[in-house]
């Protein structure tokens, strides 16, 4: 990790299939147009809105009706910059299987780290930032690498599409429309394991926010797709102050009735606050993470 193999993806089905886990009827995606799930608002939010912490909804204010510029954290910075390294480090290794046709794990890994020259502008790049993007890439390129070894000893016959799909298991920000649940349209997944297994990264310290907001990713997929989506992963990086490594955390969650109510409230709270006008004040705590902490505290 943070790159799944299909030893990892086997694994992870296998705690899912031990974590049982009950979801009414009412509430599953494709049932949007009824009570619960229905949203009473015409505005639509976007989703990232509610991976903050923002108990009055300001932020949705804000961003929605005030459409107050926005300054990003530098936590905000790395985690669009881990995205972005992530996705980028499995389109090059898709490239390279499926363009390519490496004859070895050790030829494949050779050019997957000479293209990390070519898919990223590490001159522009921070010094910080160069050694974030080397550890991603080079795990990338050890675990893909690794992995395609796998598949040329089970059979050097299969199928290129077959073979691409046993070495890189999962598409990198896959596009859903969240417009029948009240969210936009052009919501990203960080990664989606076929058919319908959710995964996000995260850089910021755990929080329950994040597991509404992915509660809201299931149920746009289910309202587009008509799968079922019990389970979902959020994968948590850490990285030590330099930069120099970083660990990873999995945690495998339950989108039950629960957390999916959680969704529909905060989804209500911050729709209804956009489309009213009036400013609900500012919440007793700020998510110190919000892209908008410095227009609400400013002189704090």
Same mark, same amino acid.
């Given at each position: 990790m943070p790159?799944?193999?299909y030893d990892?993806?086997?694994?992870?089905?296998q705690v899912?299939?031990?974590?049982?886990?009950?979801?009414?009827e009412?509430?599953?995606g494709w049932r949007w147009?009824e009570?619960?799930?229905?949203?009473p608002?015409?505005?639509k939010?976007?989703?990232s809105?509610l991976?903050?912490?923002c108990k009055?909804?300001r932020l949705?204010?804000l /961003?929605?009706y005030?459409?107050?510029? !926005?300054r990003?954290g530098?936590s905000?910075? *790395? +985690?669009s910059f881990?995205?972005r390294? $992530?996705?980028?480090a499995?389109?090059?290794a898709?490239a390279i299987?499926?363009?390519r046709?490496p004859a070895s794990?050790?030829?494949?890994?050779?050019?997957m780290m000479?293209?990390?020259?070519?898919?990223?502008?590490v001159n522009s790049l921070?010094r910080?930032?160069?050694?974030v993007?080397?550890?991603?890439?080079r795990?990338?390129?050890?675990?893909y690498?690794?992995?395609?070894?796998?598949?040329?000893?089970?059979?050097?016959?299969?199928?290129?599409?077959?073979?691409?799909? /046993?070495?890189?298991p999962w598409i990198? !920000?896959?596009p859903?429309?969240g417009?029948? *649940? +009240?969210?936009?349209r052009a919501?990203r $997944?960080d990664?989606?394991?076929?058919?319908a297994?959710?995964i996000?990264?995260k850089t910021?310290?755990?929080?329950r926010?994040?597991?509404?907001?992915?509660?809201?990713?299931?149920l746009?997929?289910?309202?587009?797709?008509?799968i079922p989506?019990?389970?979902a992963?959020i994968?948590?990086?850490v990285?030590?102050?330099?930069m120099?490594?970083?660990?990873?955390?999995?945690?495998?969650?339950?989108?039950d009735?629960g957390v999916?109510m959680?969704f529909?409230e905060?989804?209500d709270l911050f729709?209804?606050?956009?489309?009213?006008g009036?400013?609900?004040?500012?919440?007793e705590v700020c998510?110190p993470?919000?892209?908008?902490l410095g227009?609400?505290?400013d002189?704090?």
């Amino acid at each position: 990790m943070p790159f799944y193999s299909y030893d990892d993806v086997l694994r992870v089905f296998q705690v899912i299939q031990d974590m049982p886990c009950e979801v009414s009827e009412e509430l599953r995606g494709w049932r949007w147009a009824e009570p619960p799930l229905l949203s009473p608002y015409s505005v639509k939010i976007n989703a990232s809105d509610l991976s903050f912490g923002c108990k009055t909804g300001r932020l949705a204010f804000l /961003r929605h009706y005030v459409r107050a510029g !926005e300054r990003a954290g530098e936590s905000l910075r *790395l +985690g669009s910059f881990v995205h972005r390294v $992530i996705a980028t480090a499995t389109a090059e290794a898709k490239a390279i299987l499926y363009c390519r046709k490496p004859a070895s794990g050790v030829d494949f890994f050779d050019m997957m780290m000479q293209g990390m020259l070519y898919a990223t502008e590490v001159n522009s790049l921070p010094r910080e930032y160069v050694r974030v993007l080397n550890m991603l890439w080079r795990r990338a390129a050890l675990t893909y690498s690794s992995a395609y070894d796998k598949v040329l000893e089970l059979s050097r016959y299969l199928s290129l599409d077959g073979l691409v799909s /046993r070495v890189v298991p999962w598409i990198c !920000e896959f596009p859903i429309d969240g417009r029948l *649940l +009240g969210l936009n349209r052009a919501i990203r $997944i960080d990664a989606l394991v076929p058919p319908a297994l959710i995964i996000e990264f995260k850089t910021r310290k755990p929080c329950r926010d994040f597991e509404i907001t992915l509660a809201g990713y299931a149920l746009c997929f289910e309202s587009q797709y008509k799968i079922p989506v019990n389970h979902a992963v959020i994968l948590y990086l850490v990285f030590d102050d330099d930069m120099s490594s970083f660990r990873v955390y999995e945690n495998i969650l339950r989108i039950d009735d629960g957390v999916r109510m959680e969704f529909v409230e905060k989804r209500d709270l911050f729709a209804q606050v956009a489309s009213s006008g009036v400013d609900p004040g500012l919440p007793e705590v700020c998510d110190p993470y919000c892209p908008y902490l410095g227009v609400c505290r400013d002189g704090d």
